[in-house]
């Protein structure tokens, strides 16, 4: 059954894969055309986390800002900060950047070409190795993401529960993976469970493993893989502060290198984490002014959400720890999507690329 898995997979692969702008075409890779492995890597930093439409604007900008590694290692870390602004999970730009020198300055600009080389550098661990091991240099390797697990665990019925199920679903698939293809295989897998077995209502009726498929067979597919009930995010609060000063800059700051939005420009605000609230009310403010309570936001972060009101003044007293971002100049700071929510609460289109104002 495994022989037929794949088949069946590639075959459907082949007429169905998605068109990305870091992927190489099926047809393409059979007339011998090979993956750049800076933008597979590029890709797969991208993709922790982050949705396949979300990250497609993002790859393109850095492709051409920094089209290959050599490139991005000589980039300024604060330019490549700012190009990262909005995707989220921001130790991965570090990561990134960190990297890139590696390979650039260290490793003459070769990437290493196995999974268990690859490891060792910064950002990347055993999926991600693995990605790239088998989609830029066909390297023999079983890769499983979110979506994989969650085919695999329904066509063989996995009935362990996630983290634990991990182990049974990666046999399974390690024993199923074409070695031919394995790099085509990966992403088969990647676009099944992206397009049609889906987390809710998977369309089984046109899916190529509906005769594979034990959940199929049982009409439990919605059940695997089994998860652990959700705990539910506590919600944080805290305040934020935007200062305008007379000629329409906007007074920010840089988060420390370490932690949530590490390296990123933040307005203002209080002491809130993913632990314990911040202060909120316009006491807490950095310093005395007639602030004025611009509403409140709201955002989710993945461990918890947090509710910031947000408190706008008018002043040019601040001067220290943190620099005035003129407004013409403020959509290309490095804000994180929070602060582009705070801003656009206090000030609304401020941080839209044409605002002059
Ligand atoms: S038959 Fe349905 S549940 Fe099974 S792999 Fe295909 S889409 Fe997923």
Not at 253 to 262: E, H, I, M, T, V
Request: proline content about 6%.
């Amino acid at each position: 059954m495994t022989d037929r898995i794949s088949i069946n997979l590639l075959e459907w692969y082949d007429l169905n894969a998605r068109s990305l702008p870091w992927r190489i075409s099926p047809m393409d890779g059979k007339e011998g055309v090979i993956a750049d492995p800076y933008q597979v890597w590029l890709s797969e930093i991208m993709l922790q986390q982050t949705q396949v439409v979300t990250v497609q604007s993002y790859f393109l900008k850095f492709i051409k800002k920094w089209p290959n590694v050599m490139a991005l290692a000589k980039a300024d870390t604060e330019d490549v900060m700012k190009a990262w602004a909005g995707l989220g999970y921001y130790s991965r730009a570090r990561n990134l950047k960190r990297c890139a020198e590696i390979i650039a300055f260290e490793l003459n600009g070769i990437f290493p070409q196995q999974a268990s080389e690859l490891k060792s550098l910064p950002g990347i661990g055993d999926y991600t190795s693995a990605a790239i091991g088998a989609i830029a240099f066909g390297e023999k390797i079983a890769v499983m993401d979110g979506n994989v697990e969650r085919v695999f665990a329904r066509l063989f019925r996995i009935s362990d529960q996630l983290p634990a199920a991990k182990k049974p679903i990666f046999e399974k698939l390690n024993a199923t993976f074409c070695t031919e293809r394995p790099g085509d295989f990966a992403q088969a897998c990647m676009d099944l469970g992206a397009t049609l077995c889906t987390p809710k209502k998977p369309n089984c009726m046109i899916c190529p493993l509906t005769q594979e498929c034990q959940a199929r067979a049982e009409g439990d597919m919605e059940s695997y893989p089994v998860r652990a009930p959700k705990r539910k995010k506590p919600t944080r609060k805290g305040a934020a502060f935007v200062i305008e000063r007379e000629d329409g800059a906007i007074f920010l700051q840089k988060r420390p290198d370490s932690g949530l939005l590490g390296g990123m420009s933040i307005v203002p605000t209080t002491n809130w984490n993913s632990n314990q609230d911040g202060e909120t009310g316009n006491q807490a403010g950095p310093i005395e002014l007639s602030w004025e309570q611009r509403g409140e936001i709201r955002h989710t972060f993945t461990h918890f959400h947090l509710e910031l009101e947000v408190w706008f003044g008018r002043s040019d007293a601040v001067t220290e720890n943190g620099w005035w971002s003129q407004r013409n100049v403020l959509a290309e700071e490095a804000l994180p999507g929070l602060m582009k929510k705070v801003l656009e609460q206090a000030i609304p289109g401020c941080t839209q690329p044409k605002n002059l104002g």
